[in-house]
């Protein structure tokens, strides 16, 4: 059984910074894929940034230049760090890892970005 444990939510203004970490509690697993989605109220889930085990990262277009994922392949972690929020990134963050074509998700981490 993997479980994905994250950490570093919380309450920030526009314009500030947060780091989003996601720990994967089962080492010796060579994950294909990791990355981070979210899910606003009312919207569907939705994909942040991703990057293969060896290959290039994917952003969404609303957060290219603003987050940059950080992938460790030997720890089995993924972060997030989150640069320049905005109102529209207030969603619940959720730590995403696939092998051999099953997921795994971390239990979700809130983010709330208010003045």
């Known amino acids: 059984q993997v479980q994905l444990v994250e950490s570093g939510g919380g309450l920030v203004q526009p314009g500030e910074s947060l780091r989003l970490s996601c720990a994967a509690s089962?080492?010796?697993?060579?994950?294909?894929?990791m990355g981070w989605y979210r899910q606003a109220p009312g919207k569907q889930r939705e994909m942040v940034a991703t990057a293969k085990r060896y290959g290039s990262r994917m952003y969404a277009d609303s957060v290219k230049g603003r987050f940059t994922l950080l992938r460790d392949n030997v720890k089995n972690t993924v972060d997030l760090q989150m640069n320049s929020l905005k109102f529209e990134d207030t969603a619940v963050y959720f730590c995403?890892?696939?092998?051999?074509?099953?997921?795994?998700w971390g239990q979700g981490t809130q983010v709330t970005v208010s003045s």
């Open positions: 995403y890892a696939e092998v051999s074509g099953t997921a795994y």
């Open positions: 089962r080492s010796g697993f060579s994950f294909e894929t």
